[in-house]
């Protein structure tokens, strides 16, 4: 079984390439389901996330992801922390999945959907290592319109990750995602016949 990664920058499009994969029946692994996932109500990752920022950042039982956003993505210190407390749990997790494909024997191409993957040194892990660009502008534009923020908190949050830029030096692949989704899906179709890709 292959790992295939897909990352990109926040606005870059991963999510949508996953997408695609997932309509032609590979299987995906969703690094940000994950990362939900271990944020549950009962979680002791949660719980931590609780006792380090406040309760100010909770709903009730839940996790107020946009409130916790505002704070971390303002203050790179106490991003560093937040991903101290998730990142061994996520990768925990997603390793456990990894290794459940690999056993079953049921898939040839395991799909990962991971934000995160030059950061944490996880591409040395793939097999192949695919990054979604689109030029600034679009980015932003993309991430006021999807996430509600403003113009100042979409580039807060660009600035919050390795540059797009680095991730296309280092990728074995790129999509490029400034036009039409359709053009997205053309590409990714093309792509997955030259390397004769199954599910």
């Keep these: 079984m292959k790992l295939i990664a897909i990352t990109g920058g926040i606005g870059s499009g991963k999510t949508t390439v996953a997408n695609i994969f997932k309509n032609l029946g590979f299987t995906i692994l969703d690094a940000d389901k994950v990362a939900r996932d271990v944020v549950e109500p009962g979680t002791h990752v949660l719980e931590e996330i609780k006792n380090t920022f406040g309760l100010e950042i909770m709903d009730g039982n839940h996790l107020n992801r946009r409130k916790l956003g505002s704070i971390v993505f303002q203050d790179p210190n106490k991003l560093n922390v937040l991903n101290s407390i998730m990142q061994p749990a996520i ?11 690999k056993n079953s024997g049921t898939i040839h191409n395991l799909i990962i959907d991971i934000p995160l993957l030059f950061e944490r040194k996880k591409n040395e892990e793939m097999d192949v290592n695919i990054v979604v660009n689109a030029d600034l502008e679009t980015r932003i534009n993309r991430i006021i319109n999807r996430d509600n923020l403003t113009e100042e908190q979409a580039i807060q949050r660009i600035k919050a990750q390795m540059p797009l830029e680095e991730k296309v030096k280092m990728a074995d692949v790129v ?3 400034n036009n039409e989704t359709i053009d997205l899906e053309k590409a990714v179709k093309q792509y997955i016949k030259i390397e004769q890709l199954k599910p």
């Design 91 to 101: 990768a925990q997790t997603m390793q456990l999945i990894i290794d459940y494909y």
């Design 175 to 177: 999509f490029e995602n």
